[in-house]
């Protein structure tokens, strides 16, 4: 059989670069052909695909169910962005996914403020970016997890095997 295979569960967050980058050449190493993703009804899904059915569907499914939150975030906000990554070098992908929604709907931000999304030791900039947070995001695939608690404890690592069974290298 043909196809991905998990390897490792729970692999833990991506980290800042040097800490991604560490983990990612020891994985080259170890197995080749990996991939991060997840496990979704049976099948290993991609991260990057993932990002499409779980994180910007999270995000839209929220805005959908809170047309409020949408509403005041585009009075606000000028611009958006994640403190935490900053300070962090981690991944964004809230602020991505909140401009993919705006973009594919043909909304724009209309506001005057620098709005975080997100929280950055204990602070933020405006209570709407607690509101927008992945840790208090319900998770579209899974309602009772947030997102962020979807995205870090469902996270795997896959090899893709060939019909033989073999790890291609």
């Known amino acids: 059989m043909m196809g991905w295979q998990i390897v ?78 900053e300070a962090t070098t981690g991944v964004d992908l809230q602020v991505p996914a909140i401009l993919e929604f705006l973009r594919r709907n043909g909304l724009r931000l209309q506001g005057s403020e620098v709005v975080d999304i997100g929280t950055w030791d204990g602070q933020c900039s405006h209570p709407i970016g607690v509101r927008l947070s992945p840790l208090t995001i319900q998770c579209a695939i899974k309602p009772k997890m947030t997102l962020e608690s979807f995205w870090q404890e469902k996270k795997c690592l896959a090899v893709y095997v060939d019909g033989e069974g073999n790890e291609p290298r």
């Open 8 to 85: 490792e569960r729970r692999i833990g967050k991506a980290g800042g670069i040097k800490r991604r980058t560490a983990r990612q050449r020891e994985w080259d190493r170890k197995y080749g052909n990996w991939a991060v993703g997840y496990l979704i009804d049976g099948e290993f899904v991609t991260q990057d695909e993932a990002i499409e059915t779980v994180y910007y569907r999270s995000y839209e499914e929220h805005f959908r169910k809170h047309p409020r939150d949408l509403t005041e975030l585009i009075h606000i906000a000028k611009s958006l962005r994640n403190p935490h990554a």
